[in-house]
């Protein structure tokens, strides 16, 4: 692995369905973070961990959850998915200086 | 809550033309960030900017953060195709740590060759 994978790549997912997105990274960066970027708002946070051990709620985490279990991973979980979470997700890391992001997981709620 | 506003948020130019985009923030930041997407792609960090006036320059771009440091610039000196794409600016969240960010809605720029 050379820097940070999001799997899957895309999925379409049907409305009640319990979904979780995965991001590892290897640069053994403490902070994690993933964001929903949607036309015409831009990115926005949904939840983030500082380090490992700790989460924090982002602007819109409503209907998400994560766990940070260790340092490499930072999985979002969507409980029961609804067509507002169509959207494309971002999993990026940070040492402190600049966010380095994954290649993003194309997620469709029918 | 905080703001980050970019304005404007499309450009469109011909290629060899100049182009800036412009970020205000409602509070004042300790640093700000700037980021390219490409079409398709994910966001890639450019540069961080600390200092208050700072200008750091890298190749044909430029990027200034105000006095006030509440705002700030990039500017391209004659776009080329690989310009094309989203250009963010991002600053950490008021009150919280350094490590989360606000980001503003970005500014699309198309470049005609």
């Known amino acids: 692995i050379a820097g940070i994978t999001q799997a899957p790549t895309s999925q379409i997912l049907a409305a009640g369905r319990r979904m979780t997105l995965r991001c590892t990274q290897d640069?053994?960066?403490?902070?994690m973070y993933w964001y929903r970027q949607d036309l015409g708002l831009g990115l926005r946070l949904i939840h983030y961990?500082?380090?490992?051990?700790?989460?924090g709620k982002g602007e819109v985490p409503d209907g998400y959850s994560v766990s940070r279990a260790n340092t490499d991973d930072f999985p979002l979980t969507l409980a029961s998915a609804v067509p507002s979470q169509t959207s494309v997700y971002f999993c990026?890391?940070?040492?402190?200086?600049?966010?380095?992001f994954g290649p993003g997981t194309r997620l469709t709620v029918l | 809550g905080q703001q980050v506003m970019q304005i404007p948020q499309y450009q469109h130019v011909q290629e060899g033309e100049d182009f800036t985009t412009y970020c205000n923030s409602s509070?004042?930041?300790?640093?700000i960030q700037w980021y390219k997407q490409r079409p398709g792609g994910h966001p890639v960090f450019l540069i961080q900017?600390?200092?208050?006036?700072e200008v750091k320059k890298q190749k044909r771009l430029t990027f200034q953060f105000g006095e006030a440091k509440k705002n700030s610039s990039l500017h391209i000196t004659a776009t080329q195709t690989t310009d094309v794409g989203t250009y963010f600016c991002?600053?950490?969240?008021?009150?919280?740590?350094?490590?989360?960010?606000?980001f503003g809605k970005g500014t699309l720029l198309t470049v005609n060759p």
């Open positions: 961990s500082n380090t490992a051990g700790t989460t």
């Open positions: 991002a600053g950490p969240v008021s009150g919280g740590s350094n490590y989360k960010l606000t």
């Open positions: 990026a890391s940070s040492s402190g200086t600049g966010q380095f």
């Open positions: 509070t004042t930041l300790s640093n």
């Open positions: 640069m053994r960066h403490n902070a």
């Open positions: 900017l600390v200092k208050s006036g």
